[in-house]
């Protein structure tokens, strides 16, 4: 279960990303965020969003049109 | 699974592992119509989203974007690529139908439904979350004076400044962008 859930569901780029970095900063070190997103953009967003902040993308899946992120708080 | 997860797993297994060092943005905003308001926008908050100080400079038709209330209008005069959804095709409007009074209102009008009915954010959320973000906003002080704008007139959390501020900024800078 993820500590923090945001639904980004019908927001189009670049929110999901910025709602996420918002979100992100009241997750505790160590803690996840789940993001819920409808944008099919996002999908490769998330993992240049990861790779950049430091933030480990540790699960992703797509549910029909609803695409799902766990990230972990890892980043300083 | 489906192909798409499948894909979506095979490009994060791809992922490298180091942080890369984090780079430094600077943008010279100079235009202000709704359509060209969205790329420094858009760029300017991702980027700070992403860990990017970040700093835009507001000159000429750009700076009205940082006035308190925005009214951002889009013409399809000699904006030959602008070809909107309609009646499931993309359509133009010729341009000699433009000079019709209200066809541009009309045209920014139906652009703005589009974007809230897409769930884009509106140019007024994204600068609220470029102020959050820290993005440094200049507005450009020779502008100002040869428009007839006065500070009171912007946003609250701008700085302003002339060229040379920019080019501070410019030199600081590992990406920067002309929009």
Request: with cysteine; net charge negative; charged share 20%.
């Amino acid at each position: 279960m993820a500590d923090k859930t945001l639904d980004a569901k019908g927001l189009n780029c670049p929110l999901p990303i910025l709602k996420a970095r918002k979100a992100l900063k009241e997750v505790p070190a160590g803690g996840t965020l789940e993001i819920l997103a409808t944008d099919p953009g996002s999908v490769a967003d998330f993992q240049a969003f990861c790779r950049q902040t430091g933030n480990e993308l540790v699960e992703h899946s797509v549910d029909g049109s609803v695409y799902r992120f766990i990230v972990k708080h890892t980043a300083a | 699974m489906s192909s798409e997860a499948e894909m979506v797993k095979e490009s994060i297994s791809e992922a490298p592992v180091a942080v890369p060092k984090t780079k430094s943005m600077s943008i010279i905003v100079t235009k202000g119509s709704l359509d060209w308001a969205y790329p420094p926008f858009i760029l300017a908050t991702t980027a700070a989203a992403m860990g990017l100080p970040v700093s835009m400079f507001f000159t000429f038709y750009g700076l009205p974007l940082l006035l308190k209330k925005l009214d951002l209008q889009v013409t399809a005069a000699g904006n030959p690529a602008m070809k909107m959804p309609m009646f499931g095709a993309h359509m133009g409007l010729p341009n000699i139908l433009t000079a019709i009074p209200g066809v541009d209102a009309a045209c920014s009008t139906m652009m703005k439904n589009l974007i809230k009915k897409k769930g884009v954010a509106s140019i007024e959320d994204l600068r609220e979350l470029a102020i959050e973000a820290d993005v440094r906003m200049i507005g450009c002080q020779m502008t100002m004076d040869l428009f007839e704008y006065d500070k009171s007139d912007m946003i609250d959390g701008i700085e302003v400044g002339g060229a040379a501020t920019y080019i501070e900024c410019a030199c600081q800078s590992d990406i920067n962008l002309f929009i």
